[in-house]
T-cell receptor, first 111, second 116 residues
């Protein structure tokens, strides 16, 4: 089974609205990362939050991490049509370097 | 500063043929990871390599799949005797050398393998 599970699986909003995606994971982590994937393309790294951090901002992105609940959220404020993509959370373990990905949230922002 | 390069971008193979996927990491990166993505799913880790060494192949099928990262040249993921179930997007990622675990990984554009 996957380490990370995103919720919701699909999200459709109007341009200008905020989009919130959640990710839950199962085992202890060193860090949690969010990636974006446009249809048929590779992954673009968005933001990394370490296990000792609670919140991080990057432009219109805000990520929170709650290690007690083993969950994270990604908030995209003032969404744009260009934000339409799939968003994945990935966890990095304490030992080893591989990332474990969730199933993704497919976000559609309507103009 | 070129990113992670993968080729070919699209590969079509008939059942039973061999598929060879290439990955050139970012300049200065010595860690390479291969992931597979089935349609509508997230990426699944396959193998983690450093130059001339396989560090973790826990995600790689035991048969038909192999990977290498030679001293010179790109990393190669080889799939022998491909079957339809091997059809997927294969992504390579790289990261810089570090003593700490789990740094950001930089992904290539992927190779989309179709087995007919």
């Amino acid at each position: 089974s996957q380490q990370g599970e995103e919720d919701p699986q699909a999200l459709s909003i109007q341009e200008g609205e905020n989009a919130t995606m959640n990710c839950s994971y199962k085992t202890s982590i060193n860090n949690l990362q969010w990636y974006r994937q446009n249809s048929g393309r590779g992954l673009v790294h968005l933001i990394l939050i370490r296990s000792n951090e609670r919140e991080k901002h990057s432009g219109r992105l805000r990520v929170t991490l709650d290690t007690s609940k083993k969950s994270s959220s990604l908030l995209i404020t003032a969404s744009r049509a260009a934000d339409t993509a799939s968003y994945f959370c990935a966890t990095g373990p304490w030992a080893g370097n591989m990332l474990t990905f969730g199933g993704g949230t497919r976000l559609m922002v309507k103009p | 500063n070129a990113g992670v390069m993968q080729n070919p971008r699209h590969l079509v193979r008939r059942r039973g043929q061999e598929a060879r996927l290439r990955c050139s990491p970012m300049k200065g990166h010595s860690h390479v990871y291969w992931y597979r993505q089935l349609p509508e799913e997230g990426l699944k880790f396959m193998v983690y390599l450093q130059k001339e060494n396989i560090i973790d192949e826990s995600g790689m099928p035991k048969e038909r799949f192999s990977a290498e990262f030679p001293k010179e040249g790109p990393s190669i993921l080889r799939i022998q005797q491909v079957v339809r179930g091997d059809s997927a997007a294969y992504f390579c990622a790289s990261s810089p050398p570090s003593m700490a675990s789990s740094y950001e990984q930089y992904f290539g554009p992927g190779t989309r393998l179709t087995v007919t």
